[in-house]
């Protein structure tokens, strides 16, 4: 490491280390973050779901979306339906890899079903869209 | 952007480690590594949370899930249940000790609600062994800022402008004292970073210390460069390994990112600074003693005037101010004097930290704007007393301050109102007692401490002091004379007013206060040989009455077999118990032992 020579040094480095804390500096203010939960509980370990985060995850990174936080949920959000189907204790409900993405100020999340690599980034970009709008 | 999708901050305080946060980083890395997401997590080790009741204390972001009391085996768990399926593990939760619900977040719990962090904004938050973390937050830019923008005086100016006093106790305005520091003319000038915290109960400075070491040596430069100095010193006691190890390592770091050394941002500015170990003397907390004990002489306080402003370490001007008024500097100078002086009260403005200790549910470091009170201190964020006692009374200030009864918990905390009901800021430590506690008793206990710490210098300190303790020590054997309570007063205000330091003015504040509030208690113990609250043992009784049924309870656990069955008769023919007084050695043992709802045993 060289030494810092300049207050824009300092900056570059700032902004270089920002993406250490980002994630305790953005979550500490849930108020202003957009939360992508991605279910997964006990259903979703075996549907696949953990393909879904890495997929939602990644995308999230690659454009630099820094006030959304990508969270993984139990499935009772998808199928909390106590008449659902049970086999060997886990619900059918038949929807598999949710993702339910909150707003700042929403209570009611926008809800997706069997989220793929492709839909993840369809997703992600939506978000995208929508937040530099609210920004605009 | 992120380079895992977890971060996990372990709190790595002193207390934490102690009830096991070490055990927990290593079975959570293990567990990570079994169940394959080890590249997933990232976990630091930050600095005190606070809430050291409940530690050691886990936060999992971005979730935001604050788990209290995590312990090795719970690792497991975690890891398989929450951080995979995102099943919080309940169990492990905050429970709200009124509506019983679990608080996912710490801003739900009653303990965060209210709180403010000022001086412990990244305490907790950012890796202390890691300079990486504090420049992410914006660290060193308050530095750059008064290296590139401002001159000497317009530093001093804005710290001025935010009305920050002096947190170790005294409150004195800091930009003054830089001032001072400043018109000084001198080649060689010094900063020092008082840092030699000994009230029992006190750990401020440390936790500090511990979790945001940067902020301080950040501030310490800001004020060499106002000043003119090239050289700070962290006077340390070295009882406070974790805390001297983390400024090394903090120290060290900035070097090598040229935050200290020569030309600091090719900006001409030289500064250094290194870490002086103390060996523990309660009077080097009083600056001129400290400047002593730096010059490698014996710890004793200088008369002031020459101020160390004028003539401190070696004689050059010096600059002494304490670590958490250091914390407050950065944010400061990059928020402005405006956004510092918006919290707070007028004459006192920003935060103040505490250490919450004693008979409190919620023992722990807290920081709130000055003015709160002491009822929300104790009651909202302290949680109460704990097993439902009654509040008795609250010291703040250490052994330099008072104790403050009941009628005065809502008065707002500042420096000016702690004095004016005869207790004092001090550095922040505040331990709370209850109706279980003797007052007589308390006053001793910090008496003998100041005792103990008194350097020796003045006679007054050293030997008035003394005189005090014994006739406390003679009240509370119930051998006190109703004159003692005459010449405690006058004794506690002759040491008050000869004595040389802080220590020696300060030292009778326990005694004179709880005189003041408490006379009822000190007048029990000498006109009627009574201790109201059942602390002083000698003059506590433990009778066993007839409702005794002669069940042996008590004297099973007796350690000095003293409790006998040789009393008059139960209604089954069995002799009750009955406890010989002269072989008593009136360590209540026996009291819990007799079942509640036979409740024979009595302390009168």
Redesign the interface.
Known sequence: ?A?????E???A??EK????????????D?KTRTEI??????C??ESGA?DT?KAI?DE??AA?L?KV???????SKGCDDADAPKVDGLFLCGHDRMVDVYFPGEEQPLRYKDVDAAKAKEIVSGIAVRLEAAHA | ???T?L?I?ICGGTGCISSGCLDVEEQLIASLEKHGIRDEVTIIKAGCFGFCEQGPIVKV????TFYVKVHGDDCDELVSE???????VDRLLFKSPITGESCH?H?DMAFYKTQLRIALMHCG??DPE?I??Y???????AL??C??EYTQQEIIDVVKASGLRGRGGAGFPTGNKWQFGLNNQNDKKYIICNADEGDPGAFMDRSIMEGDPHAVIEAMAIAGRAIGADEGVVYIRAEYPLAVNRLRIAIAQAE????L?DNI??SGFNFRVRVNLGAGAFVCGEETALINSLEGKRGEPRLRPPFPAQKGLWNQPTVNCNVETYACIPLIINRGPEWFKQYGTEKSPGTKVFALAGKINNVGLIEVPMGTTLREVIFEIGGGIPKGKKFKAIQTGGPSGGCICEKHLDVGVDFDTLTSIGSMMGSGGMIVMDEDDCMVNIAKFYLEFTVEESCGKCTPCRIGNTRMYEILDRITKGKGKPEDLVELRELGQTIKDASLCGLGNTAPNPVLSTLNYFMDEYEAHVLHGKCPAGACKDLVNFVITDKCIACSLCAKVCPVNCIHPTGSETPNGKKRFVIDHEACIKCGACLPKCPPKIGAIIKE
Do not use: W
């Open positions: 490491m030494k810092v020579n300049s207050r040094e300092l900056k480095l700032r280390y920002r993406d250490n804390v980002v994630m305790r500096l953005v979550s500490d849930q939960y991605v279910a997964i509980g006990n979703g370990m953990r985060l995850f999230v990174n630099r820094e936080s990508v969270i993984v949920s139990d499935c | 952007m992120h380079k999708r971060q901050l972001y971005p979730d935001n929450h951080l995979l399926k995102g099943k919080h977040h801003m938050m950012v890691n990486e973390d420049i992410g937050v914006g660290g060193y830019e750059a800022k290296l590139t090598k990112y040229g935050m050394g941002m090719n």
